[in-house]
Nanobody, 125 residues
Framework: QVKLVESGGGLAQPGGSLRLSCAAS????????MGWFRRAPGNEREFVAG????????YYTDSVKGRFTISRDNAKNTVYLQMNSLKPEDTAVYSC??????????????????WGQGTQVTVSS
């Protein structure tokens, strides 16, 4: 099992930036992909961005391309989500997750086995 702890959420103005962190501990060697998901009130959970822990390849949902950047620090066992040009529609609880999958990039929640508790991101003026 991989334990995941998110931090860095909060309130930002439209056009502003936030950086989320997700620190992993436990059986970290077993995960292949790390992903960020979000859930806004009344909405389904949505894949935001993911990274292959070994190769560093990344994948983004269309609505955040060019604004969000996912990265990892292998030495710190931490994955980051840099969010720029934030919009009110980015408001949600953001959670990181770990996947054991190989092959095609996992973008469905059920493809991830370990989840953090989530951190609130609110974009409002």
């Amino acid at each position: 099992q991989v334990k995941l702890v998110e931090s860095g959420g909060g309130l930002a103005q439209p056009g502003g930036s936030l950086r989320l962190s997700c620190a992993a501990s436990g059986r970290t060697f077993s995960r292949n992909y790390m992903g960020w998901f979000r859930r806004a009130p009344g909405n389904e959970r949505e894949f935001v961005a993911g990274i292959n822990w070994r190769t560093g390849s990344t994948y983004y949902t269309d609505s955040v391309k060019g604004r969000f950047t996912i990265s990892r620090d292998n030495a710190k066992n931490t994955v980051y989500l840099q969010m720029n040009s934030l919009k009110p529609e980015d408001t949600a609880v953001y959670s990181c997750a770990a996947s054991l999958r190989f092959g095609a990039f996992p973008i469905q929640g059920h493809e991830y086995t370990d989840w953090g508790q989530g951190t609130q991101v609110t974009v409002s003026s």
